[in-house]
């Protein structure tokens, strides 16, 4: 079944405690992007990638970091979390460019103490 | 930078029609999207526009105007199952980033 998926859904964590959120898709899709959903802000793209090792900035790249070593996966990274970085986080992938449909994965809602 | 504005909620009746509008202001475009968001689940696409005029798809058609930085998207014959958010969300021409707006809530009622 193609999807796209993340690991873990939930997530409570202490300040400063380094975390990764894994995006993997099994679609062979060139672009992948992060972003995170908090309410009346909508959905903010933190980071994407066009292919493998081409990673680029969104409007909120601050506190994360990303690679992609592998077309596949897409992970997020967080070296020292911050509660304002409490949020629900969505990786999605698109064939190539990002005017192709992108397809979500399921969300990680992470809350940071 | 953009600027990407929609109503924040709207509410309408089980069989009627509901236009969500989203403007929008950039430096470059390539495209504008339309997603639906149910609570609690991800997004999934609706539409892409990158022309002007009007998409149909279905009950769902995306229209778009380039020219006056505006778009809407039109729910016919809704059924319940239509509750849900509505998201807009502008591709920049250079960089290929994506904006959101902050997405519409439809609440269709019996």
């Known amino acids: 079944e193609a999807q796209v998926t993340q690991n873990p859904r939930y997530l409570i964590t202490v300040t400063g405690k380094k975390l990764t959120v894994t995006c993997s898709q099994n679609m062979n899709h060139e672009y992948m992007s992060w972003y995170r959903q908090d309410p009346g802000l909508g959905l903010r793209q933190i980071y994407y990638?066009?292919?493998?090792?081409?990673?680029d900035k969104g409007d909120v790249p601050e506190g994360y970091k990303v690679s992609r070593k592998e077309k596949r996966n897409f992970p997020l990274i967080l070296e020292s979390p911050s509660p304002n970085q409490t949020s629900l986080y969505f990786c999605?992938?698109?064939?190539?460019?990002?005017?192709?449909?992108?397809?979500f994965g399921p969300g990680t809602r992470l809350t940071v103490l | 930078g953009q600027n990407i504005d929609q109503p924040t909620e709207m509410t309408a009746t089980e069989g009627a029609i509901v236009q969500i509008n989203c403007t929008y202001q950039?430096?470059?475009?390539?495209?504008l999207f339309w997603y639906q968001q149910h609570a609690g689940e991800a997004p999934t696409f609706l539409s892409y526009n990158v022309l002007d005029g009007l998409e149909e798809k279905g009950r769902f058609s995306s229209f778009l105007s380039r020219s006056k930085g505006y778009s809407y998207l039109l729910l016919k014959e809704l059924q319940m199952k239509d509750s849900a958010s509505y998201l807009c969300?502008?591709?920049?021409?250079?960089?290929?980033?994506?904006?959101f707006g902050g997405g519409t809530r439809v609440l269709v009622k019996p």
């Open positions: 969300a502008v591709l920049k021409a250079a960089g290929n980033k994506l904006t």
């Open positions: 990638s066009m292919n493998v090792e081409v990673t």
């Open positions: 999605a992938s698109s064939p190539s460019l990002p005017t192709d449909t992108q397809y």
């Open positions: 950039t430096s470059g475009f390539n495209g």
